[in-house]
């Protein structure tokens, strides 16, 4: 429930923040920069570090902060200004969904019997969110 609170008040400060006269990329700048000051110190905390792993590791996580985080978060800051935000979670909504078509398509990973329940719930409850709110 926290995590859902935060993704919705994340999204609606970023609305706010652009409504005030912040560009896409001011925005982004301070939330994202705000983002890593704060995770920053979390492996340390946690018995971690930041090296030693095989190169792989730091290819993955670059291509995850590029792709996922600067495409897709960066494309939901941008939605906010021109989507109400409760369409754009409910985009957010599909990202599960998403992950398991494409784990399917380029894994061969069949979702079981409750992943595919909760996939159409999730798509009925989206549809009728949308439906619903168009009247």
Do not use: D
């Amino acid at each position: 429930m926290l995590g859902a609170w935060a993704a919705s008040l994340y999204l609606l400060l970023g609305r706010e923040a652009q409504r005030r006269g912040f560009s896409l990329l001011e925005y982004v700048r301070v939330a994202y920069t705000a983002a890593a000051l704060l995770l920053l110190p979390l492996p340390y905390l946690f018995g971690g570090g930041y090296g030693g792993y095989p190169w792989p590791v730091y290819l993955y996580l670059f291509l995850m902060a590029l792709l996922p985080q600067l495409l897709g978060h960066t494309s939901f800051n941008w939605a906010t200004r021109h989507i109400p935000p409760v369409l754009v979670t409910l985009a957010i909504l599909f990202e599960p969904v998403g992950a398991s078509l494409l784990a399917f398509l380029l894994f061969g990973e069949v979702p079981g019997s409750r992943v595919l329940l909760g996939a159409l719930v999730l798509l009925l409850g989206v549809a009728l969110a949308v439906v619903g709110g168009r009247r």
